[in-house]
């Protein structure tokens, strides 16, 4: 079965930075884009960095130049620098992963969701 299994959330005081891992692993051929999403409490869920895999990638505005980014595809993970992070930013953070299985059928798949709380 496929899984995708994020790692880096945590506690972090105003304009610090963390860093957001997400690794797939399980029985597939390749991943296509895959993205990095957040929610805060009583909003809806948000695209916040999408990346081809061509590294091709798209930013929300509210986080241009103070995220980025970027994949491994040696080892299928996708990873969000996080810097300059303010108190808006605390949501959870949830990985999707566009995956092919085969030429002629992909899915979506979500991660577990890990928290980020940015707080003094």
């Known amino acids: 079965q496929v899984q995708l299994v994020e790692s880096g959330g945590g506690l972090v005081q105003p304009g610090g930075s963390l860093r957001l891992s997400c690794a797939a692993s399980g029985t597939f051929h390749s991943i296509n884009a895959m993205a990095w999403y957040r929610q805060a409490p009583g909003k809806e869920r948000e695209l916040v960095a999408a990346?081809?895999?061509?590294?091709?990638?798209n930013y929300a505005d509210y986080v241009k130049g103070r995220f980025s980014i970027s994949r491994d595809n040696a080892k299928n993970t996708v990873f969000l620098q996080m810097n300059s992070l303010k108190p808006e930013d605390t949501a959870v953070y949830y990985c999707?992963?566009?995956?092919?299985?085969?030429?002629?059928?992909?899915?979506?798949?979500w991660g577990q969701g890990t928290q980020v709380t940015v707080s003094s």
């Open positions: 990346i081809t895999r061509g590294d091709i990638t």
């Open positions: 999707n992963a566009d995956l092919k299985y085969n030429p002629w059928y992909s899915n979506s798949l």
